[in-house]
């Protein structure tokens, strides 16, 4: 290269990366308004809860005591209803049995109890997030702008984009009519430690992919991996509240007393069979595309290292995840694995993930975390 | 020490005597129903059986069966899925020599007695460990036996018919009545045309129609794990076929693929020479830019070579791009850009100033910002000042971006050819380069070499910019540094066999997933029998393998088209419960017929 192009190079680079940090600016600007939003969105939860308080709801210490169910006994199929004189025949109405064995619980009213104050909280809450989940979300376009490419180029990147992620999976349950509200506290408090773990310690400032990662396979593997990572935690979210319900139903079935404070929480959300069902939807929904990001990995690697798998820690890790997730789904269809034990292998699944997340690129080092002479750097990033 | 019912939660009996009778009666209950529902509940699947453990009969064959059968069964399966994922992680923390082998040579350096215990047990190599490679097989020995017999079974599901209604619907998860006065023959027709039409495979059974949908579902299991036995094998075959080597290439040159031409080769345990693929290529040029500014100053921004290559012995000629992520593919090999470097053209001359030496030198790079090292070996045609033959040899270090005299560094500033210099110190005497052991042309053999000295008896060295000749001492000759700088590519060729079937598998192994995971099958049955009265009654039922939404939902659809080719008759309602009222108490309740119990758990 001559010496005139050379500078010529030089000027152009830095007229671009002044524009560029000028929106770099901008994204920082909205993370941490989205985080001051979150906060508000968190203590909105939080008084969701306390207003729900006041309410007495008992509804699993009822169906779980056997002189309440033999009250309510025996249903009509097909009532009539009268309709301006002449009879209405309503479709006939399917009656759905647990099956045997199983607990008939009903699912909690959610975290405002019936309250109706503390409706009104979850409600500014639900539009709190949502308004937070929009701020963030232009923090990370104009961060994958300023940086003209996909934001996760970095650990930074990578925690911004999938809280993100997660939010907006909650924010998609939500519009689709779904009943998770109770999940906003747990979820913004991890985003909101999550965030700040990102700004303080990750904060990476904005530059351009090295070559090696500037693959079409990187965006496929990478959007795909933080999708699964963020639906695998709204997933160990429910597991976890599956556990603590199930030990509640079970302490009650025994004819135990918990406390006011557990009786409280655990009889507002929602049966533990429903959580177990929900969190095991969650999980089997998005293991077909967790295999996927694997290969999609595989195929990247093929292209970029020359063997599409070579027992990397970071490809070992997801490896490992994917086993215990397979793991997980087996061990449901595996007489004396359902249930909690079940729930404890999910549980250790996501542990992997994270694991796979955090544990790999600070710990370990590989392919996928360390500058390989020649080649120039592989940056340390995500995936 | 525990009891558990068919839908596996668990009590340990004694815990208190409320639960443990609880828990007697679930377990009764769920017997119970299973004997009521016979053959139409199972089959649903074609999950092998759970038997307990019970020792077998004596003899050989009884314990080899027995063997078999806990070796097939779930519950083992589950297990060698987690051993496998535990057994995969020390593989990550301890450094492998298929991996990185400097940073095992390292361990070793700094650990020698933990190194030795870690050969012993194969830490190294974990996943080519005795240990890792038989928990895998076991697990695929175990797929394979469980993955035959439960083909065989769908197969004569698929033949089959699905299983006629139990006698009392009521006791299915699923159910609905109502009295109708359509003939009851006219509700079977109508429901069969329906459960048709919604591609149920339905018949007609007594007085009865029984239809089930969602093979896809097994279909689908069984090809996702057919697919992974495919994909193991592709794998392993790719590793046994698999050969990989390194070639540095200076602008200007070519290569063909022969073994003698690599720079070094590895190779699988099966690999022949004869199945190199054939092909050669030349490398026209590379080039190379680089961040100027920002954090990231001085990583490559653009990364690649541009070859002539040709497929077969006398293929034709055609141009292409390698970049970093786009190998070029030829066959089942494929060529990788893998490294870069600089190669500076040097002209040697005797005292007399004949050429003795002039090539393009490629040295190694050191840092990432290309600061390299070499030697320039003369080895034929000089004559020193006293006409004797003799070899030279010069130690070479370069740098593409100097800091200049006043920086103290010798270190590249900067990837790019920016402030070219070429230092060098020279020698002669012997490079005992026809000793018969293979000599790098990255270093010289100083053991019969003798330093050039200056004037100060020093080691004759110099830094020369391109242009610039360096005269050596007592009329030896001359250096040129050419003002021609050339680049080299290093590239890794790795031909591996296989990889198409590794993707076949694994997409097919993706789509058996899906179809595993999202598809339901169930069972609907019809039953429309006249009552004494001359009222018929229509009660339908389902049965999915899971509690799920879509089975309630899909049959208060069916019965509502039904319903209205069957119109209600008034009357004595039906009840729901009424056959099985003295029941248990743990015959659920249906307070709310509509209300799916459990259900916040919605489909994601
Ligand atoms: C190589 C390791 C294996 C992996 C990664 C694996 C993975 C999976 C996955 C992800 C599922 C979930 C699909 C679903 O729920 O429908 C599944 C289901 C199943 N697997 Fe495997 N599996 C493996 C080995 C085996 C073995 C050795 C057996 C036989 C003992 C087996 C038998 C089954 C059965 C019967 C199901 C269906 C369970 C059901 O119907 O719910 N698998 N497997």
Redesign the interface.
């Known amino acids: 290269m001559s010496l005139a192009a050379a500078t010529d190079l030089v000027t152009a680079t830095s007229l671009a990366a002044a524009k560029n940090e000028s929106l770099a600016e901008i994204s920082n600007v909205l993370i941490y308004s989205a985080m001051a939003v979150y906060t508000l969105a968190f203590f909105a939860y939080i008084a969701e809860w306390i207003f729900g308080s006041r309410s007495k709801v008992a509804r699993t210490a009822a169906a779980l005591t056997p002189r309440a169910q033999a009250a309510k006994k025996t249903a009509p199929a097909v009532t009539v209803k009268q309709e301006g004189g002449t009879a209405v025949l309503e479709r006939p109405k399917v009656v759905v049995r647990a099956a045997a064995g199983a607990r008939d619980v009903p699912d909690g009213p959610g975290a405002h109890g019936g309250d109706a104050q503390g409706d009104l909280y979850g409600r500014i809450a639900v539009s709190l997030t949502v308004l937070a989940f929009l701020v963030e979300f232009g923090g990370v376009l104009t961060r994958a702008l300023s940086v003209q490419r996909a934001p996760w180029g970095n650990m930074y990147e990578f925690n911004i984009t999938f809280t993100t992620v997660a939010v907006g999976v909650y924010v998609l349950l939500l519009a689709l009519k779904k009943n998770v509200r109770w999940l906003g506290l747990f979820l913004t408090t991890t985003v909101l430690l999550d965030l700040g773990l990102a700004v303080t310690v990750l904060y990476t400032a904005s530059d351009q992919l090295v070559p090696a990662l500037d693959s079409y396979w990187l965006y496929i593997h990478v959007s795909t991996a933080i999708l699964c990572g963020a639906v695998f935690y709204v997933g160990a979210v429910g597991t976890v509240l599956y556990l603590f319900k199930d030990s509640y139903e079970n302490k009650l079935a025994r004819g135990g007393r918990p406390g006011s404070f557990a009786t409280s929480v655990m009889e507002r959300l929602p049966a533990s069979a429903s959580l177990d069902k929900f969190s095991y939807r969650i999980n089997a929904a998005v293991f077909p595309l967790w295999t996927f990001t694997i290969i999609a990995g595989a195929i990247w690697a093929g292209d970029a290292w020359g063997r599409y798998w070579g027992w990397d820690p970071k490809e070992t890790w997801s490896f490992i995840t994917w086993v215990a997730y397979a793991g997980y789904l087996h061990a449901r269809a595996t007489a004396g694995w359902k249930g909690r034990k079940a729930a404890y292998l999910a549980l250790l699944a996501f542990g992997c993930w994270l694991f796979n997340y955090y544990g790999v690129n600070i710990f370990v080092s590989g392919k996928h975390s360390y500058a390989d002479v020649g080649l120039g750097a592989l940056t340390a990033i995500g995936f | 020490m525990s009891t558990?019912?068919?839908?596996?939660?668990?009590h340990t009996p004694g815990?208190?005597g409320?639960?443990a009778a609880?828990a007697a009666a679930?377990?009764r209950?769920?017997r119970?129903?299973d004997q009521d529902l016979g053959e139409a509940g199972s089959q649903l699947s074609t999950?092998p059986k759970?038997d307990l453990p019970n020792l077998p009969a004596l003899g050989v064959i009884g314990w080899a069966r027995w063997f078999w059968r806990q070796l097939t069964s779930?519950?083992v399966?589950?297990l060698l899925?987690?051993l496998?994922?535990l057994a995969?992680?020390p593989?990550?923390?301890v450094p492998?020599t298929?991996?990185?082998e400097t940073r095992v040579a390292d361990f070793r350096e700094r650990h020698e007695f933990l190194a030795q215990v870690y050969d012993k047990v194969g830490l190294f190599n974990?996943?080519s460990s005795v240990w890792f490679s038989a928990i895998y097989i076991l697990l695929f020995v175990s797929l394979i036996g469980c993955i035959v017999p439960r083909t065989w079974q769908f197969v004569g599901q698929l033949r089959g018919r699905p299983p006629g209604a139990p006698q009392r619907l009521t006791r299915l998860?699923?159910?609905?009545?109502?009295?109708t006065e359509a003939d009851p023959g006219q509700v079977r027709e109508a429901a069969l045309g329906l459960l048709r039409k919604r591609r149920f495979r339905a018949h007609l059974a007594g007085d009865a129609v029984a239809a089930e949908k969602g093979y896809l579902r097994e279909a689908g299991n069984l090809a996702f794990h057919l697919a992974l036995i495919v994909m193991l094998i592709a794998?392993a075959w790719g590793q046994l076929f698999k050969s990989?080597g390194n070639k540095l290439i200076v602008e200007g040159n070519g290569f063909a693929n022969t073994l003698s031409q690599y720079d070094d080769f590895r190779s699988g345990n099966l690999f022949d020479v004869a199945d190199l693929e054939p092909f050669s290529f030349d490398v026209k040029s590379f080039t190379g830019?680089y961040?100027?500014?920002?954090?990231?100053k001085?990583?490559?921004?653009?990364?690649e070579t541009e070859l002539v290559y040709s497929e077969g012995a006398y293929g034709e000629e055609r141009t292409t791009t390698v970049?970093?992520?786009?190998?070029l593919q030829i066959g089942d090999s494929?060529v990788?850009l893998?490294?870069?470097?600089y190669a500076p053209v040097v002209t040697v001359r005797d005292g007399e100033g004949k050429v003795v030496f002039k090539d393009a030198v490629p040295l190694l790079?050191?840092?990432?910002n290309v600061t390299s090292s070499g030697v320039v070996k003369v080895l034929d045609g000089y004559r020193n000042a006293e006409g004797k033959k003799e070899q030279l040899g010069f130690n070479a270090f370069f740098v593409p971006t100097f800091g200049g005299s006043r920086s103290g560094t010798m270190l590249s500033q900067f990837p790019?050819?920016?402030y070219p210099v070429l230092a060098l110190s020279a020698y002669h005497g012997d490079l005992k380069a026809d000793s018969g052991i293979p000599q790098s042309v990255y270093q010289m053999d100083k053991t019969k070499m003798k330093e050039f000295k200056d004037s100060d008896g020093e080691l004759f060295k110099k830094m020369l910019t391109p242009g610039e000749t360096m005269t050596l001492p007592d009329g030896a000759g001359t250096v040129t540094f050419e003002n021609d700088i050339r680049e080299w590519a290093?590239f890794?060729m790795?031909q591996?066999p296989g990889?198409g079937w590794?993707?076949g598998g694994?997409l097919v192994?993706?789509a058996g997933?899906?179809g595993s995971?999202?598809i339901q099958r169930r069972r609907v049955w019809v039953r429309a029998v006249g009552g004494p009265d001359g009222v018929t009654v229509v009660e339908?039922a389902g049965l999915g393998r899971s509690?799920s939404a879509t089975v309630?939902e899909e049959?208060?659809d069916l019965?509502?088209i039904l319903?209205d080719q069957a119109?209600?008759a008034?009357g004595p309602?039906?009840?729901?419960?009424?056959p099985d009222?003295p029941d248990a108490?743990?015959?659920?309740?249906?307070?709310?017929?509509?209300a799916?119990?459990?259900?916040?758990?919605?489909?994601?």
Do not use: C
């Not at chain 2, 961040?291 to 990231?296: A, D, K, T, V």
């Not at chain 2, 893998?338 to 470097?341: A, P």
């Open positions: 558990t019912s068919k839908t596996g939660r668990e815990e208190s409320g639960a609880d679930r377990g209950a769920a119970d129903q999950a759970e779930m519950r399966a589950l899925l987690l496998l994922s995969a992680i593989g990550s923390l492998q298929g991996v990185d974990v996943y998860p699923v159910y609905t009545t109502w009295r794998f990989e830019t961040e100027r500014s920002g954090p990231n001085g990583t490559p921004r653009t990364y970049r970093v992520n786009e190998p494929k990788y893998v490294s870069h470097g790079p050191l840092d990432s790019a050819l920016d290093g890794q790795v591996e990889g590794a993707l694994a192994a993706i997933l899906a995971l999202f339908m509690e309630p049959l208060g019965a509502g319903y119109p209600g008034p309602e039906p009840s729901a419960e009424s009222a108490p743990d015959a659920p309740d249906t307070p709310d017929p509509q799916v119990p459990a259900e916040g758990a919605e489909k994601p």
